[in-house]
């Protein structure tokens, strides 16, 4: 029996974890949101591991307001770096392996292809540069870790692009989504499914992995294939724009080449219309 804790439990994908474990009967869960396990206190993080017997730690839990670390970097920094630092080095402390959920906005997004592990990193933002560093901190203080990059993700849990397109559709709102950006949307419950693969396989080599569903679209196609799937496409007022003015700049393109999880897991990849559609079932 493995014996996994994880952190960050009532964010999407900590909710997306908890709803497909019980698939997992090799592994003893055990879910802790904010109030149990903060990234920013150190002596609770480090309480929780001496009362505990963990064989991994999987880390959902991140400062994810990408406008407002533009704002407040200090808590981005908090949650997303000084954070992952303890956590790492209580983790090598107690001989627990490290399973970090980290970002494409790691990345500049002046990229024409899909982005690999060993592109360098250049975030443009200080939430990507919260994540980046974080990632660094975990490196080195720990070896047993994954650090697995994932893009755009949204699920049936919690607040994200889909159920916001839901709701304002729903409120008969006028919708201008942007072009911009190219990237692709990731399924909480993929990802989470991708994470409790990379557990159970046990004997993958440590380190960076990319991990989204396939097939790249713009914030205006994935609209699209929302209310399309939701059979609104012919009554929704949706219009695209190039350019929607945000506080903190995004990269333009952040497509992530997966090959490295696929190929170490022996799985295959999926398209995001298709993880969507088992999305949608679920609201
Ligand atoms: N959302 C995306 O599009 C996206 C894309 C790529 C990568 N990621 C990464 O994927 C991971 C999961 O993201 P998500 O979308 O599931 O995020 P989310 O829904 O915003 O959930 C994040 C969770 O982390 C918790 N949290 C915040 N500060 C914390 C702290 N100091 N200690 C413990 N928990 C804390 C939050 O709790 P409170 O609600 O109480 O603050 C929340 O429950 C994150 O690492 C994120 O950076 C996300």
Redesign the pocket.
């Known amino acids: 029996m493995k014996h996994v804790l994880v ?8 909710q997306s974890l908890q709803h497909i474990t019980d698939q997992y009967a090799e592994c003893a869960m055990m879910f802790m ?2 109030a149990q ?4 206190d150190p002596h609770q993080l480090e309480a929780v591991f001496a009362q505990n017997n963990f064989d991994y730690c999987i ?6 307001a990408v406008d407002l670390a533009e704002k407040d970097p200090e808590a981005a920094f ?3 770096t000084q ?1 992952p630092e303890h956590l790492a080095k209580i983790c090598a402390a107690h001989q627990v392996t490290l399973v970090h ?5 790691v990345f500049d997004g002046t990229a024409t292809e899909p982005y690999d592990e060993s592109t360098p990193t250049a975030p443009i933002g200080v939430y990507g540069k919260s ?1 980046q560093e974080g990632e660094q901190a975990i490196q080195n203080h720990l070896k047993e870790h994954y650090i697995i ?6 699920g049936p849990f ?1 607040n ?1 692009f889909l159920t916001t397109m839901l709701r304002l559709a729903g409120q008969n709102k006028a919708l201008t989504i942007t072009t911009e950006q190219i990237g692709v949307p990731t399924s ?1 419950l993929d990802l989470a499914r991708a994470i409790m693969a990379l557990i159970s396989k046990e004997t993958a080599p440590y380190g960076v992995y990319h991990y989204s569903n396939e097939g790249p679209t713009t914030w205006y196609g994935f609209a699209k294939e929302i209310f399309t799937q939701s059979g609104q496409i012919d009554t929704v007022q949706l219009a695209s724009t190039e350019y929607y003015p945000t506080f903190a700049e995004r990269p333009k393109y952040s497509v992530l080449d997966n090959h490295k999880f696929k190929s170490t897991l022996g799985i295959p990849g999926r398209h995001w219309r298709e993880a969507l559609s088992e999305v949608m079932t679920l609201l």
């Open positions: 952190i960050g439990a009532n964010g999407q994908l900590g949101g904010r396990c903060d990234l920013g880390n959902s839990g991140a400062y994810t908090k949650a997303n954070g959920i980290s970002t494409d906005y994540k990059r994932t893009s755009w993700l949204y919690g994200n909480t």
